[in-house]
């Protein structure tokens, strides 16, 4: 599929623009890989450790529907990964964000449908399903807008999915580079917000490779959910400084105890597959699409109603021995 292809990643010098690149560049032979972002440096740093001939770095910002446009040109595959994701910046900067998420969203949904870009997969949050924080609701907000582009397209075969998932661990901003900085800083104890608190969590190499299957997998419309484990904030409190003395400092404004991926509401739209869920367009688009068969030929069942995969009732865990285990790959990376 991708192959001499030309592929777009908007945010694509953040954490997970860089492991998708690296791995597209190990495992494929693209056309183009183009990297769309408003950061001079960072492009100016990334693009010193790609240089792969087939790459090409585009300043500018998701909320210029005329520069995506101009981006887009001939593009075959778009990963929508910009976005403004810190909590408490979104809370206090709320406009700020909805430019980005929300208006942002639907100027790569249009540039997309000028270009006739053949797929495009916008990443989404765990935080987007049952949004307590103006970030989850940015993101859900988005993540509608790219299912119903899918009514949008009229003849033109584009096809617009969303991939949800929760935390990735190492990623730049996630609280494991957190812990560290402030033992490296010669911190006495570690804060956690609640030792209950639970989280989803996935390697950037797993949700990398969980956007490609769903290029493969998607026919437009569907939200991607992969099973993936779960693990207590005290657990991986333990994995990061198993000999320091925790500190509690309660939830933080904005924060949930356990994070949701598939609502109950949404139980009668989700269909569980072999290592992952689908949840279906609550719309009806023009056109008939049997979801319970992927476009792999995987086939699925719905669950019962009344179902929600969430984090505390999670039936995969991991405890702080297996995260250890994994951050020692992770660090090799």
């Known amino acids: 599929m991708f192959e001499k292809a030309n592929i777009l990643i908007t945010g694509g010098t953040g954490s997970f623009g860089k492991a998708f690149i690296r791995h597209i560049l190990k495992n494929f032979s693209p056309n183009k890989v183009i990297v769309y972002s408003r950061d001079e440096l960072k492009q ?107 009514n949008m397209r009229g003849k033109n075969p584009i096809q617009f999915s969303v991939v949800r998932y929760g935390n990735v661990l190492g990623s730049r901003g996630s609280i494991i580079p957190h812990f560290r900085k402030l033992m490296e800083n010669g911190a006495t104890s570690i804060p956690i917000t609640d030792p209950e608190m639970t989280r989803f969590w996935i390697t950037l190499q797993e949700g990398v490779e969980f956007v490609l299957n769903s290029f493969k997998r998607m026919q437009g419309g569907e939200t991607f959910v992969p099973k993936i484990p779960s693990m207590t904030i005290e657990e991986m409190a333990k994995a990061i400084a198993p000999d320091m003395p925790h500190d509690v400092i309660g939830i933080r404004p904005g924060e949930k105890m356990h994070e949701t991926m598939c609502p109950e509401d949404d139980s009668h739209l989700t269909i569980e597959f072999e290592d992952h869920y689908v949840i279906k367009p609550s719309i009806v688009f023009y056109k008939e699409v049997d979801y319970l068969t992927n476009s792999c030929d995987e086939k699925g069942h719905m669950v019962e109603r009344g179902f929600e995969y969430n984090s505390k009732n999670n039936s995969c865990w991991m405890n702080a021995e297996q995260l250890s285990e994994k951050l020692k790959i992770i660090d090799i990376q």
């Not at 998420?101 to 989404?124: E, P, R, T």
């Not at 907000?141 to 119903?148: G, P």
């Open 44 to 150: 100016y740093e990334m693009a010193q450790e790609f240089t792969d001939p087939c790459m090409r770095f585009f300043i500018g910002d998701v909320r210029d529907g005329e520069r995506l446009f101009r981006a887009m040109h001939e593009v075959d595959f778009v990963v929508h990964a910009a976005a403004l994701k810190h909590v408490p910046i979104a809370e206090y900067n709320p406009m700020e964000c909805i430019k980005t998420n929300v208006f942002g969203a639907q100027n790569v949904i249009d540039a997309a449908l000028k270009s006739k870009v053949k797929k495009v997969i916008a990443l989404s949050t765990d935080k987007a399903a049952c949004p307590v924080n103006l970030y989850g609701a940015s993101k859900l907000a988005s993540d509608k807008l790219f299912v119903a582009a899918n």
